[in-house]
């Protein structure tokens, strides 16, 4: 993080989303804020809170995507929830501490991830002795009596015979019997009424005693044997406590949750049925955004410094709608703006995972090289922005259904023109969609 200064981190961002900039701003603010945090002296490091960012904006514009794209640059544990998939404490559905138990299996995953890379080598050598050992066993019908050294130097030859053709790859396809443990899947009334993310930790601690690994002998090809021995291995490699202790640090210093539509929280208090409970997921999310302990199956997490980015419409409520006490922990406020023609061009030109880009690759797996023209990119954009007009604002991913409509004909055609080369242009657009746009009501089922 210490090479990444705010201006980096939009330029960053700048090669996957189009515009917004006053919200890459905010948002490299605030990741360049929690690195100056670690820099204080421990006695204020925990006085500093993080800037929570509420952005406000129509679908399709960008926010989901840029918090994406920040938690993977910096390398934090992320996790996206969407407001309306939580009820208020007491009613049967998922409670908010569930997102900081999923934040926290988030991170583990990935301490785990780099763990596993530091014991590679060690683990790899593991797992080559193991299949050995199960090509080569101890006590065959060939092998001498103990002690006998030329029987052992005849043992140790084809050894090295075997460990010759593993690194080769000319064994993976020969079948070996493995032991494999399996978690005991759950029964009864607990299969089918719970599920895993309503259970607590206490809970789940409990069912794993309760349901015990089975042991399952299974014939592999090697090369399966391989990916099964290196978990066993690296399981054994890898301290666990440790892994769950930086988990935790990384979840409570690094973490960033992400809370979509939380527009959809506000109503007015006569509100009846399943919108009676906003109001008190508004207050059941208050603690965690001000600082709370969470009791998760790996040990307490503490959330006062993770970064919460909620984001919402905002079409029939305001923010001013929420809790004030909730206005109050989300202190910085982003407006991003509608997409106009020219956003929709740039975003079908630029960005290194443009839909043009990912339709030039997808084909040329078939051997069908396409060319988009300018002509072509402009009438997509064109089009895309007028279905948007005249039916629902959705966005960029508009583009994404004018595009597959374009593409049908040649992804359907493509595996049998190899070598064949299509340009599409501005008139071939038109052709493929012109039908479909006249008729506005058509448009809202296909477009």
Same mark, same amino acid.
């Given at each position: 993080?210490?090479?990444?200064?705010?201006?980096?981190?939009? &330029?960053?961002? *700048?090669?996957?989303? %189009?515009?917004?900039?006053?919200?890459?701003?905010? #948002?490299?603010?605030?990741?360049?804020?929690?690195?100056?945090? +670690?820099?204080?002296?421990?006695?204020?490091?925990?006085?500093?809170?993080?800037?929570? %960012?509420?952005?406000?904006?129509?679908?399709?514009?960008?926010? /989901?995507?840029?918090?994406?794209?920040?938690?993977?640059?910096?390398?934090?544990?992320?996790?996206?929830?969407?407001?309306?998939?939580?009820?208020?404490?007491?009613?049967?559905?998922?409670?908010?501490?569930?997102?900081?138990?999923?934040?926290?299996?988030?991170?583990?995953?990935?301490?785990?991830?780099?763990?596993?890379?530091?014991?590679?080598?060690?683990?790899?050598?593991?797992?080559?002795?193991? @299949?050995?050992?199960?090509?080569?066993?101890?006590?065959?019908?060939?092998?001498?009596?103990?002690?006998?050294?030329?029987?052992?130097?005849?043992?140790?030859?084809?050894?090295?015979?075997?460990?010759?053709?593993?690194?080769?790859?000319?064994?993976?396809?020969?079948?070996? +019997?493995?032991? #494999?443990? +399996?978690?005991?899947?759950?029964?009864?009334?607990?299969?089918?009424?719970? $599920?895993?993310? +309503?259970?607590?930790?206490?809970?789940?601690?409990?069912?794993?005693?309760?349901?015990?690994?089975?042991?399952?002998?299974?014939?592999?090809? %090697?090369?399966?044997?391989?990916?099964?021995?290196?978990?066993?291995?690296?399981?054994?490699?890898?301290?666990?406590?440790?892994? %769950?202790?930086?988990?935790?640090?990384?979840?409570?210093?690094? $973490?960033?949750?992400?809370?979509?539509?939380?527009?959809?929280?506000?109503?007015?208090?006569?509100?009846?049925?399943?919108?009676?409970?906003?109001?008190?997921?508004?207050?059941?999310?208050?603690?965690?955004?001000?600082?709370?302990?969470?009791?998760?199956?790996? $040990?307490?997490?503490?959330?006062?410094?993770?970064?919460?980015?909620?984001?919402?419409?905002?079409?029939?409520?305001?923010?001013?709608?929420?809790?004030? &006490?909730?206005?109050?922990?989300?202190?910085?406020?982003?407006?991003?703006?509608? @997409?106009?023609? *020219?956003?929709?061009?740039?975003?079908?030109?630029?960005?290194?995972?443009?839909?043009?880009?990912?339709?030039?690759?997808?084909?040329?797996?078939?051997?069908?090289?396409? /060319?988009?023209? &300018?002509?072509?990119?402009?009438?997509?954009?064109?089009?895309?922005?007028?279905?948007?007009?005249?039916?629902?604002?959705?966005?960029?991913?508009?583009?994404?259904?004018?595009? &597959?409509?374009?593409?049908?004909?040649?992804?359907?055609?493509?595996?049998?023109?190899?070598?064949?080369?299509? /340009?599409?242009?501005?008139?071939?657009?038109?052709?493929?969609?012109?039908?479909?746009?006249?008729?506005?009501? @058509?448009?809202?089922?296909?477009?």
């Amino acid at each position: 993080m210490t090479e990444l200064p705010p201006r980096k981190i939009v &330029e960053a961002l *700048d090669k996957y989303i %189009i515009g917004q900039a006053d919200a890459k701003r905010a #948002v490299a603010i605030a990741i360049r804020n929690r690195w100056r945090r +670690q820099q204080l002296p421990e006695s204020m490091r925990e006085e500093v809170g993080p800037k929570n %960012i509420l952005m406000i904006g129509p679908t399709g514009v960008g926010k /989901t995507e840029i918090a994406r794209r920040l938690a993977s640059l910096v390398n934090a544990p992320f996790l996206k929830v969407e407001a309306t998939k939580f009820t208020e404490v007491g009613y049967m559905g998922r409670d908010v501490d569930s997102m900081i138990r999923d934040l926290m299996e988030f991170a583990l995953q990935m301490v785990q991830k780099e763990q596993r890379e530091v014991v590679r080598e060690s683990a790899e050598q593991a797992v080559e002795e193991r @299949l050995l050992n199960e090509l080569l066993p101890r006590g065959g019908a060939d092998e001498g009596p103990a002690g006998d050294d030329e029987a052992e130097s005849r043992r140790q030859r084809t050894r090295d015979k075997f460990r010759t053709q593993l690194r080769a790859g000319e064994m993976e396809d020969k079948l070996i +019997q493995l032991r #494999v443990e +399996q978690k005991a899947p759950p029964m009864g009334m607990l299969a089918t009424t719970i $599920g895993p993310d +309503q259970i607590g930790p206490e809970l789940q601690d409990f069912m794993d005693r309760l349901m015990p690994s089975q042991q399952k002998d299974r014939k592999v090809p %090697i090369r399966e044997a391989r990916k099964i021995l290196f978990d066993e291995e690296c399981e054994k490699l890898i301290d666990r406590e440790k892994a %769950i202790e930086m988990a935790i640090h990384r979840t409570e210093n690094g $973490g960033i949750v992400f809370i979509d539509e939380m527009d959809k929280l506000c109503g007015g208090k006569s509100q009846q049925g399943p919108d009676v409970s906003r109001q008190g997921v508004q207050r059941d999310m208050l603690p965690l955004i001000e600082g709370t302990t969470v009791n998760t199956r790996y $040990g307490a997490v503490k959330t006062d410094h993770i970064l919460f980015v909620a984001a919402g419409a905002f079409h029939t409520a305001r923010p001013s709608d929420l809790m004030p &006490e909730l206005q109050g922990r989300l202190p910085i406020r982003v407006e991003l703006n509608d @997409l106009t023609r *020219d956003d929709f061009i740039r975003i079908l030109r630029e960005p290194q995972n443009a839909l043009t880009k990912q339709q030039i690759a997808l084909m040329g797996t078939e051997g069908l090289k396409i /060319t988009f023209t &300018e002509d072509a990119i402009d009438t997509i954009a064109e089009i895309a922005v007028e279905v948007n007009r005249t039916t629902e604002n959705i966005g960029a991913r508009r583009l994404q259904t004018v595009m &597959e409509k374009v593409m049908e004909s040649l992804s359907f055609e493509a595996p049998e023109r190899p070598g064949d080369s299509v /340009t599409i242009d501005g008139a071939y657009v038109r052709d493929r969609l012109s039908s479909i746009v006249r008729d506005q009501d @058509l448009s809202k089922f296909i477009l």
